[in-house]
């Protein structure tokens, strides 16, 4: 059974940091990419981040370049996004989710990607 575990999230002040961890299970995690999502109130999901299981080829949206670092833990089949500075618009539920490439997932949208974790919370308060 394939299933992706987000944990980290939480309620900080804006300009601190905070690290998600995607815990990937049930499937080769170098065969695929895993991708960082994120869904605030009444606005669209939206690409944070990818990282490819098999090059560690990454892409970052535009919002969060020089402020995230994704990274994967391959021994322990876990991707991790790295938040520093955050924002007030940072605030938003992230969720992690497996696809076939950084190209389809990050670039194309979330409508690629094949499995989702539920996701955990983050609020960032100015």
């Known amino acids: 059974e394939v299933r992706l575990v987000e944990s980290g999230g939480g309620l900080v002040q804006a300009g601190e940091s905070l690290r998600l961890s995607c815990a990937a299970s049930?499937?080769?995690?170098?065969?695929?990419?895993i991708g960082w999502f994120r869904q605030a109130p009444g606005k669209e999901r939206e690409a944070v981040s990818c990282i490819s299981g098999s090059d560690g080829y990454t892409h970052y949206a535009d919002s969060v370049k020089g402020r995230f670092t994704i990274s994967s833990d391959y021994a322990k089949k876990t991707v991790h996004l790295q938040m520093n500075s955050l924002k007030p618009e940072d605030t938003a539920v992230y969720f992690c989710a497996r696809g076939s490439s950084v190209w389809r997932l990050c670039v194309v949208g979330f409508a690629q990607a094949d499995y989702w974790g539920r996701g955990t919370q983050v609020t960032v308060s100015s």
């Open positions: 049930g499937f080769s995690f170098e065969d695929y990419t």
